[in-house]
């Protein structure tokens, strides 16, 4: 299948300061990709919509001025954590579709970023 | 929005046959998709469901009833691998995929 890689894998950090997640999509050219969020035992939140070339949009109750996307190329997405605090903590997870296999709506998934905020 | 809904656990012995429900309403649909998730890993994809009926890939059957909300993930000759987190995950008109709280299985010897 195609393949999305995510980095880094884990980060560890202080209160305040801020982490950069990167996602790409290695094999196909994704315009759009999908951020998740996923705390201890629980489901998979969407975070927010990534669009090559423009805005993200993001779900209700996210703040876009915390957790910046930016989407400037066909592979690449980044997530950043901006003053991350400890409740920011979380296993992040990227997706992106593609397209050029049809519409089987598959997502692929990225291998997830684990942030530990101290 | 979305309202997924799906049981916490389930435990089942080697071999046997499992079946995972997912109940939803939606404000829009287009697809309905269970994936596999073991802990610490993101979530492989295991079927696709937009039509009514049965889709069957090897081990792993799903089946969907659109005028119900409802949807059923059937795993058979379990295997020990098989103890993992299944998302019962529906897909809007804007391709935004919204996850259940996952089911976690327990496969024992």
């Known amino acids: 299948g195609a393949v999305v890689s995510q980095h880094p894998s884990w980060v560890i950090c202080k209160s305040g300061t801020s982490v950069k997640i990167e996602c790409r999509s290695l094999?196909?050219?994704?315009?759009?990709m999908f951020w998740y969020r996923q705390f201890p035992k629980q489901s998979l939140m969407l975070m927010a919509t990534s669009n090559e070339g423009s805005k993200a949009t993001y779900e209700q109750g996210v703040e876009k001025d915390k957790f910046l996307i930016n989407h400037a190329s066909l592979t690449l997405s980044t997530l950043t954590v901006t003053s991350a605090h400890p409740e920011d903590s979380s296993f992040y997870i990227c997706s992106a579709r593609d397209l050029s296999r049809g519409d089987t709506g598959e997502l692929f998934f990225g291998e997830g970023s684990r942030l530990t905020v101290l | 929005g979305q309202n997924i809904d799906q049981p916490t656990e389930m435990t089942a012995t080697e071999g046997a046959i499992v079946q995972i429900n997912c109940t939803y309403q939606?404000?829009?649909?287009?697809?309905l998709f269970w994936y596999q998730q073991h802990a610490g890993e993101a979530p492989t994809f295991l079927s696709y469901?937009?039509?009514?009926g049965l889709e069957e890939k090897g081990r792993f059957s799903s089946f969907l009833s659109r005028s119900k909300g409802y949807s059923y993930l059937l795993l058979k000759e379990l295997q020990m691998k098989d103890s993992a987190s299944y998302l019962c995950?529906?897909?809007?008109?804007?391709?935004?995929?919204?996850f259940g709280a996952g089911t976690t299985v327990t496969v024992r010897a």
């Open positions: 469901n937009v039509l009514d």
């Open positions: 995950a529906v897909r809007d008109g804007d391709y935004k995929l919204s």
């Open positions: 939606t404000s829009g649909f287009n697809g």
């Open positions: 094999d196909f050219q994704a315009t759009t």
